[in-house]
């Protein structure tokens, strides 16, 4: 075990019975080798110990009182997300694999997200009733059972329109298509649910009374959220925590910088495409010369406002197809920020990483430049469907074609 891992909140396998559910506290799972070491189902009696969905009740009848989503965090074809700056969390449901209806799973985690979301649009007595409270677990470490704890979930959020909560998304697999679910909730600002909500819940009580956490009262009762933000206190990142630590996503970096190769100035279509997924709401981008571009690769606008009324900010865009091996230095990052005029703002996007020294000079000095690494890249494909090589490849091959 590592000193912090050994210095984390930690509760040992024989309290689980009666602990309280506290925010990235570590429940211990047992050590007998079978699935009753499961930590989740002693924790939470009655929801089952094994699958991503685990609730009390039915999704059928529409009678679930508590419902816990649980993820691994490891599948990369779908790949649930924790943002912590805006306390969003993105869940994919269960219908993973071509043969089956998008709400007619095993385990019904479909039709639970199906009817809660729709529930919480509507009345307070259609939310107290229809929609169940949500706790969120994560796979602790790569060995054995334990879990952590990360938060008590509403579906929804207070900047997403209906549209964006709640979206059937179409995969395929051995060119069969189907349909999955793509789930937002927000992470409620409550750093402890107590046993006694719990044990009420499970007992069949209203998710107003027995202990009752202040916001998830006021979610119920006015659909007004209060997310837990924790803003990253770490602006420095490693060059392993720049690059991904999985073998498929080091195939998708390559299969990029392989793209482009000999002609890493195309490179720079795509470096514009991967920050309008990072930015969904950039606007017009164009390209500037290879010959002239003076040190930006791109220039557009970054569009803020309603529609009826919206702004716009300038930004320069700088891209670099580099090698694992190649990071990005100070003298590319000084150029890009010698070229920035007032209020606007840089984008470096590179398929490697940004050495210490220029992550030191950009916050230090509050130079106003978005760093996107390969890792980002990789994640941000993955969160589009973009999840295997063939699919990246794919990808490559229909929006930046070799000429």
Known sequence: ??????????????????????????????????????PIARLIKGVGNQGGFRYKGSPAKQSVRLAVLYT?????????????????????GDNKKPGQDLHGTSRGGNLLLRDAFAASHGTETDRLTGVPPFLLFEKASSTGRAVRFRGLLA?????LSPDDELVAIWRSTSGQRFQNYRARFTV??????????????????????????????????????????????TVIRSKADQLPDDQDGRAILDAIRSHFHGREHDFEACAVAIWRLVAPRTGACDLTRPSRDGGR???????????????????????????????VGVREVSRLISRLRH??????????????????????????????CGKDIVDVLRQHGHTTVGAVQHWLEQSFPQT
Not at 27 to 35: I, K, M, V
Not at 72 to 88: E, F, I, K, R, Y
Not at 299 to 316: H, R, S
């Open 1 to 38: 075990m590592t000193l912090a891992a050994a210095l984390e909140p930690h509760v040992p396998f024989a309290g689980l019975a009666t602990a309280d559910l506290a925010v990235d506290t570590v429940y211990a799972g047992g050590s007998n080798g079978h699935s009753g070491d499961d």
């Open 72 to 92: 691994t965090g490891a599948d990369v074809d779908w790949p649930d997300q924790l943002d912590l700056d805006t306390g969003t969390f993105t869940y994919y």
């Open 188 to 233: 409620l600002d409550e750093a402890r649910i107590t046993r006694e909500w719990v044990e009420h819940l499970l007992n069949g009580g209203s998710s107003l009374a027995g202990g009752c956490p202040p916001a998830w009262r006021s979610w119920v009762k006015g659909r007004a959220y209060t997310p837990l933000l924790a803003p990253s206190t």
């Open 343 to 372: 209020r606007n703002f840089g984008v470096l996007v590179t398929t490697s990483y940004f050495h210490k020294q220029v992550q030191d000079e950009v916050h230090e000095d509050g130079h106003p430049i978005a760093l996107v």
């Open 297 to 327: 690769d791109a220039v557009g606008q970054y569009i803020l406002g309603p529609a009826a009324a919206t702004i716009t900010i300038d930004f320069a865009l700088e891209a670099k197809c580099y090698a694992a091996t190649n990071s």
């Open 155 to 159: 579906p929804g959020g207070p900047a």
